[in-house]
């Protein structure tokens, strides 16, 4: 009896690594968003067949390093290709990478086939939970990496988009899970009906698949409704917007003599776009602010003002009282407005700061701007072009938490990119994915400057407004409207969610026996 039992074992490790790998075929670009609660259910039916605690946390670790392997590989094209660490540490930076955020799934799987219950539902229930607490501790331990919570492969047109504005991407990574779950006891009490040898009504009682696949019924068909409820309102006129896609390459941009390269092409592309808002990438000027010849910032100024507008462009700001080693990762409004200021405040680590103990890194790592300071956590939105702007950097609007600060005092959100670190990868398009969940949550309109690319507007239901070709040098010009009101994510937050996960966690671990 050994013999199957050892053969079984393998054969379920490389399943759920498969269904790992797979399962980022469910987000952007492809975005197979149904696809994600298959490989969820198929990944729950391999959990429920483990014998051991053991056996659980390896199945779970299996198919966390599929799913991250598979879908932040980017990773190795920042550390090598861009930031020049010799391809094998690259490789094994990454793979270990991969393996450590392999730990969340380690843990769901173990402490679900320990403390699982026997009943149908609670046993649902108790996985969704655990899934959604193990992305919610990796979202917040060691700064975070929230980086696709499957909450993320839901936006439209699924129809779990409409549990955003109320749950947050947490929220409807509960419902994801839960539904994987609810599919797989639909397909097992199918299959078990059909091969029962015992024949008559009750037997088809007992193994009728009609209550899970009603509950399945039910959360598609909430989500769905709740996709048609508007909970927030415009406000004003539409502003005319301008946002710049430089399209200047990663290895070329801190080249002191590509500096006035830089500066023109972003002189160019304002001057032929006239808005209300031009919003510049991240660090589109590579120098700190006072290295910014005053009479280039004035011409950017004039051609905002010809508009009765602003303009938003991303800089590092630095510190003169520190000789120049204090900076901050910052954006910077010139035109009608009075001159305002924004400092990114979640850094991104070993790219923007280096944790203690990690100098050794940047020896490997030639990374340009690698020590910024955070600045402040709560920022008040800025004052321009008519509107009150929530402005977020790079992968801020990863932390949905985060950007509901501003709200619902803000009135648009604003995000200034540079995923020409990823090259042409998945990044751009997982990141433009992300900003869609941010949209839906806030109800707020997001709009994306991006150095290489996706330039977006994004609308306050989650869909693509408009989104240029990544690797192109051009402007995207449309209308946006600013917003008020509040979801009921913005006035809550992630605590109802995960502290019904925690409950959900420690009432139905107490029924296994």
């Given at each position: 009896m050994r013999a199957p039992r050892l053969k079984a074992v393998p054969l379920r490790l490389l399943g759920a690594l498969l269904l790992g790998a797979a399962s980022v075929l469910a987000y952007a670009p492809l975005g197979w968003f149904p696809l994600i609660w298959l490989v969820l259910c198929g990944w729950f039916g391999l959990l429920g067949a483990c014998a051991t605690v053991r056996e659980g946390a390896r199945v779970g670790a299996a198919f966390g390093f599929g799913m991250f392997i598979a879908g932040v590989s980017w990773v190795?094209?920042?550390?090598?290709?861009?930031?020049?660490?010799?391809?094998?540490?690259?490789?094994?930076?990454?793979?270990?990478?991969?393996?450590?955020?392999?730990?969340?799934?380690?843990?769901?799987?173990?402490?679900?086939?320990?403390?699982?219950?026997?009943?149908?539902?609670?046993?649902?229930?108790?996985?969704?939970?655990?899934?959604?607490?193990?992305?919610?501790?990796?979202?917040?331990?060691?700064?975070?990496?929230?980086?696709?919570?499957?909450?993320?492969?839901q936006t439209p047109p699924s129809p779990l988009a409409g549990f955003a504005p109320v749950l947050g991407v947490y929220g409807v990574s509960l419902v994801c899970a839960l539904l994987a779950a609810l599919i797989y006891e639909v397909f097992k009490r199918w299959l078990s009906a059909k091969s029962c040898p015992v024949p008559g009504r009750l037997s088809w009682l007992r193994w009728c698949p009609a209550l899970p696949l009603l509950s399945v019924a039910l959360l598609v068909a909430a989500g769905a409704l709740l996709r048609d409820v508007l909970w927030v309102e415009p406000q004003g006129e539409p502003v005319s917007v301008a946002l710049l896609q430089g399209n200047i390459p990663q290895d070329l941009k801190w080249r002191p003599e590509k500096f006035s390269d830089s500066l023109l092409t972003y002189y160019r592309l304002a001057q032929a776009h006239p808005a209300q808002l031009t919003v510049l990438p991240e660090t589109a000027l590579p120098a700190f602010l006072d290295q910014v010849p005053r009479e280039y910032l004035d011409e950017l100024k004039k051609l905002a003002v010809r508009q009765k507008g602003d303009l938003l462009f991303g800089i590092a700001l630095g510190d003169a009282e520190s000789g120049g080693q204090r900076y901050a990762n910052g954006a910077v409004s010139i035109g009608t407005s009075a001159q305002q200021r924004y400092s990114k405040s979640h850094l991104v680590p070993f790219g923007e700061f280096i944790p203690t103990g990690f100098a050794w890194f940047l020896s490997m790592a030639h990374i340009p701007m690698s020590d910024f300071t955070p600045g402040a956590a709560k920022q008040p939105p800025l004052n321009i072009a008519g509107q009150k702007v929530a402005v977020n950097i790079c992968y801020e609007d990863a932390f949905g938490e985060e950007i509901i600060r501003a709200l619902p005092e803000a009135t648009l959100l604003v995000n200034l990119s540079n995923v020409a670190w990823f090259g042409d990868s998945l990044a751009p398009a997982q990141h433009l994915q992300i900003a869609r969940m941010r949209a839906l949550e806030s109800g707020r309109m997001m709009l994306r400057a991006t150095n290489t690319g996706m330039t977006a507007i994004i609308r306050v239901d989650g869909a693509v407004q408009a989104v240029l070709p990544p690797f192109t040098r051009d402007a995207l010009v449309g209308e946006v409207r600013g917003y008020t009101g509040t979801t009921p994510f913005v006035r809550w937050g992630n605590w109802p969610v995960i502290s019904f996960a925690l409950l959900l966690v420690a009432l139905l671990s107490r029924r296994k026996a």
């Open positions: 190795y094209v920042s550390l090598s290709v861009f930031g020049g660490m010799p391809a094998p540490m690259a490789g094994l930076a990454t793979f270990l990478f991969c393996a450590v955020l392999a730990i969340f799934p380690a843990i769901v799987g173990a402490l679900f086939v320990r403390f699982s219950p026997a009943a149908w539902l609670p046993r649902a229930l108790f996985f969704a939970a655990l899934w959604v607490l193990a992305e919610w501790l990796r979202g917040w331990v060691l700064t975070g990496f929230p980086w696709l919570a499957i909450g993320y492969s």
